[in-house]
């Protein structure tokens, strides 16, 4: 079965940190740019980071620069996001989204996954 499998999440007080991973399962991750996304009740959803299929390209929203991290280890099947300094409104649920193409995830307007995880919850309160 092709999925993406997101971990990591959990409660955490401001300021804490968290380390999500996405791995992917039945393919082949270097393969495919991917993008990790949020959506928090009643909000859009938004696009946090993305990393390219080197990872010689990442992009971050401006509401996480400078504090969260994305990274890739292909030999893992494993995109990870380090998410430090976490704030309340940083509470969502988080997934992951892969794409051949980065531009088909990461381009404002585009959201164009061809896979996608079920999400893992981060939720910052103390």
């Known amino acids: 079965q092709l999925q993406l499998v997101e971990s990591g999440g959990g409660l955490v007080q401001p300021g804490g940190s968290l380390r999500l991973s996405c791995v992917a399962s039945?393919?082949?991750?270097?393969?495919?740019?991917i993008g990790w996304f949020r959506q928090a009740p009643g909000k859009e959803r938004e696009r946090v980071s993305c990393?390219?299929?080197?990872?010689?390209?990442?992009l971050y929203a401006d509401s996480v620069k400078g504090r969260f991290t994305i990274a890739r280890d292909n030999a893992k099947n494993t995109v990870y996001l380090q998410m430090n300094s976490l704030k309340p409104e940083d509470t969502a649920v988080y997934y992951c989204?892969?794409?051949?193409?980065?531009?088909?995830?990461?381009?404002?307007?585009?959201?164009?996954?061809?896979?996608w995880g079920q999400g893992t919850q981060v939720t910052v309160s103390s």
């Open positions: 989204a892969a794409n051949r193409l980065m531009s088909n995830l990461c381009v404002p307007g585009r959201y164009e996954p061809q896979y």
């Open positions: 039945g393919f082949t991750l270097d393969l495919y740019a």
């Open positions: 990393i390219s299929r080197s990872a010689g390209t990442t």
